[in-house]
């Protein structure tokens, strides 16, 4: 397949196949919708593959690029390009979505079609995210995501789904909005560009910047979620069904720290510098003090929430302590934090989906009826307690390391992480798998079957992969990282 259409096909492809999906119809047609979507999914993984074959680690800047003009007379262009951090999150968005489209198979009974065309068009949006590199582009697929989650949150959610995706709708939507104001503010002045590459070259004054990064800050700290804007996620979790929470869990919130690396740190370096303090106290206290408040959850589903929050505010740490270890630890963290969160929800909706309860009091014994699905447990539970040899261990150790270099006493706090991680996850996991069988419901509990076992399988291999060999994640970091710490040095005063 021809580079340059490359990108466009990953971004459009789940998009049309998702549409095709929707157009099958009625749920007399569920089988079929369900196959199609396989398929679509399937081949959006499939067509991402060569842009990691492809994509040459030793060259600095865009790769893939493709640019045509779209709205001339606002200089709006269709630009796209990728560099390696963009990369790794395309093929975890893919991924990501083959494993959706598997696990609800059978769970879900109505509006099958519609089910899955959501997240195909999702997973093609959120592509398009990673993929702009014009500012007007990357605002269209940025809010354009909301509409299929709230979707899915709203129509195949539980008990109190409408409050749930209205929650989440607004949260997001109201910080987005001054993300607009910014890209105008920015196309006045650069003379009439919405190219991100121009921004980057953009001198700003120091008041301006300040004001920019908090119009920014508003709509990625939303969607990490950071403390002390993160209550909209438990809720989200909760309500929304596997694939949902699948999904906003190993994809959705990259997109804040995504924004981040791609606009705030090159586009705002000097008032990045000056408010990164307010960050990494805010990264800290997400991973104590969330680490704790999870650690006295009844919910499975809520831990595991308010785990991704606490793991998360790793990713801004790294983020905003400026060197090349933080960085290249966080986009590795938001990686493995996309498998292993994916997965642990997949266990507990599992688990959900035979006893209909989430509740870690109703279960107890389960390895006395299911130890296959124990065994893949544990390893997703010893993952996200960053157990050496899985991906979870990668992440967590650059960025300790890499805040050593800053400061020991961030870097001490941030390590705390790694008790609080393994105390939460351990204790819930003893609690759920071991012991005797708690009660009849437990005792009717059969084994995963082959469709389960598979999407988990899937996963373990994912995650051991990346824990094993993470020079391959890495490699395509390098590079990238590398560019985006000198836009982030450069001051523009």
């Known amino acids: 397949m021809p580079g340059p259409a490359l990108l466009s096909t990953v971004i459009w492809l789940p998009i049309l196949a998702g549409v095709v999906v929707l157009f099958t119809g009625s749920d007399r047609n569920a089988n079929f919708a369900r196959w199609l979507a396989l398929a679509g999914a399937v081949a959006g993984f499939v067509v991402a593959l060569p842009l990691y074959v492809k994509f040459d680690s030793t060259v600095q800047g ?26 790794l999150l395309i093929l975890l968005n893919t991924f990501t979505t083959v494993l959706v489209v598997l696990a609800g198979w059978k769970v879900i009974g109505s509006r099958v079609g519609q089910y899955m065309a959501a997240f195909l068009v999702l997973s093609g949006m959120m592509n398009g995210v990673f993929c702009a590199m014009d500012a007007a582009l990357f605002y269209v697929f940025f809010e354009a995501t909301l ?6 949150i709203g129509v195949w959610g539980g008990p109190s789904r409408v409050y749930a995706a209205l929650k989440f709708f607004l949260y997001t939507l109201l910080g987005s909005l001054l993300t607009l104001v910014a890209f105008i503010y920015l196309y006045t002045t650069s003379g009439g560009s919405f190219a991100l590459l121009d921004y980057y070259r953009l001198q700003i004054p120091l008041a301006a910047q300040i004001l920019l990064f908090i119009a920014f ?62 960050v990494i106290g805010l990264s800290l206290i997400a991973v104590v003090y969330i680490g704790l408040v999870a650690l006295v959850q009844t919910d499975m589903k809520k831990l595991i929430a ?74 997703f539970a010893m993952a996200n307690s960053g157990l050496p040899g899985t991906s979870g261990f990668v992440g967590e150790f650059l960025v300790v390391t890499g805040t050593m270099h800053v400061n020991f006493w961030y870097a001490a706090v941030a390590a705390t992480t790694l008790l609080f991680g393994a105390a939460y996850t351990l204790w819930m996991y003893k609690r759920v798998v071991f ?54 040095m450069k001051s523009k005063l």
């Open 62 to 87: 865009m790769q893939f690029v493709e640019l045509t003009p779209w709205i001339e007379s606002y200089n709006i262009n269709y630009h796209l390009g990728i560099d390696g951090i963009s990369l």
């Open 147 to 152: 509409i299929p989650m709230f979707i899915v």
């Open 217 to 278: 800050f508003a709509a990625f700290a939303v969607k990490v979620p950071m403390f002390p804007v993160h209550t909209w996620l438990p809720d989200a979790h909760v309500e929304a069904p596997t694939g949902g929470s699948v999904v906003l869990a190993a994809v959705m919130l990259k997109l804040g720290a995504y924004g981040f690396i791609r606009l705030s740190l090159p586009i705002l370096p000097d008032a990045s510098h000056v408010l990164a303090p307010v």
């Open 306 to 379: 308010y785990s991704s929050i606490s793991h998360m505010g790793f990713v801004t740490l790294g983020i905003f302590i400026f060197n090349p270890l933080g960085m290249e630890g966080a986009v590795i963290q938001m990686v493995s934090h996309g498998f292993v969160s994916g997965a642990l929800f997949l266990c507990v909706g599992v688990l959900y989906d035979r006893m209909h309860s989430r509740l870690i009091s109703d279960y107890g014994g389960v390895v006395n009826k299911m130890p296959v699905f124990a065994a893949l447990f544990m390893l």
């Open 435 to 488: 012991g005797a069988v708690a009660n009849s419901h437990v005792e009717a509990l059969s084994d995963i079957g082959a469709r389960e076992g598979l999407v988990l399988a899937l996963v373990a291999v994912a995650v051991l992969g990346m824990g094993l060999y993470p020079q391959a994640f890495a490699s395509v970091l390098h590079n990238s990282v590398g560019d985006v710490l000198a836009l982030a």
